[in-house]
Nanobody, 115 residues
Framework: QEQLVESGGGWVQAGGSLRLSCAASITIIGINDMAWYRQPPGRQRELVASITRVGNKNYAGAAKGRFTISRDSVKNTAYLEMNSLKPEDTGVYYC?????????WGQGTQVTVSS
């Protein structure tokens, strides 16, 4: 059983776009915040964007203006639309979800942006 199922990663040329999806199990009740993190090669995991249960959004500086996070709370699904991708966006992207009882992580999906 996978608690968070990610899809949409892949390879794209600089300037292209990708849309990531993260579907939390319907058995997970009470998710408040969902977020996307990424881990560039050789660096620690960092926050990219987050969204609350009511739709308030927060973006890292590198993502602001290019990325858009959204969610369908009924389906426990979060999305990350990434536009104008740059090689420095390359990394493993992880989905995150938090409830009052625990935190969940996806296994990660690789995003590779070539110049």
């Amino acid at each position: 059983q996978e608690q968070l199922v990610e899809s949409g990663g892949g390879w794209v040329q600089a300037g292209g776009s990708l849309r990531l999806s993260c579907a939390a199990s319907i058995t997970i009740i009470g998710i408040n915040d969902m977020a996307w993190y990424r881990q560039p090669p050789g660096r620690q995991r960092e926050l990219v964007a987050s969204i609350t249960r009511v739709g308030n959004k927060n973006y890292a500086g590198a993502a602001k203006g290019r990325f858009t996070i959204s969610r369908d709370s009924v389906k426990n699904t979060a999305y990350l639309e990434m536009n104008s991708l740059k090689p420095e966006d390359t990394g493993v992207y992880y989905c995150n979800a938090r409830s009052p009882w625990r935190e969940y992580w996806g296994q990660g999906t690789q995003v590779t942006v070539s110049s």
